[in-house]
Every structure is written in structure tokens, then in C-alpha cells.
């Protein structure tokens, strides 16, 4: 499942408690992942999903759940 994979990065990538994680977890607000963090965590995904995500939809992406249905949409 993707939320699963998701989540397992998050909490590599940001060091989040994984409990705290849930679709409409705030990557910023409630991770405190700063820009830097967020740079790693696409990354991260990009790597993990063969995805590439522009920085224009990156902005775009503020929740846990931004990123599972991003990457839904963008998956082959």
C-alpha cells in the first residue's frame, strides 16, 4: 500500500514518530519538517516510486495524504 511505504519514509527521512502519522498529518505543522526536510523527503520519494515531482507540485504538497494521491496520479 502506498500510505505504508509513505509512511516508512517519513519516518526515516524526518525521524517522525510513526503513531503521529496519519493522512492528514501536516508535513510542516505538525512533523516540523522544515524546507530542507521537505527537499529530502521528495527525494526520497522520487527514488522510492520512480516518480519525478517538480518543484511546482512540490509546493503543492502540505499532508501526508498530498503525497499518497500524488503519487497515485503520477505513478505508471
Same mark, same amino acid.
Given at each position: 500500500? +502506498? #500510505?505504508d511505504k509513505v509512511k516508512e519514509l517519513v519516518v526515516d527521512?524526518?525521524?517522525? /514518530?510513526?503513531d503521529s502519522i496519519e493522512s492528514s498529518t501536516d508535513i510542516q505543522a505538525d512533523l516540523g519538517a522544515d524546507s530542507l526536510d521537505v527537499v529530502d523527503l521528495i527525494q526520497a520519494i522520487e527514488d522510492e #516510486?520512480? +516518480? /519525478?515531482i517538480p518543484d511546482a507540485d512540490a509546493q503543492n504538497i502540505k499532508t501526508i495524504g498530498d503525497i499518497v494521491?500524488?503519487?497515485e496520479e503520477h505513478q505508471n
Open positions: 500500500m +502506498i #500510505f527521512v524526518l525521524s517522525a /514518530d510513526e #516510486f520512480g +516518480i /519525478d494521491t500524488y503519487i
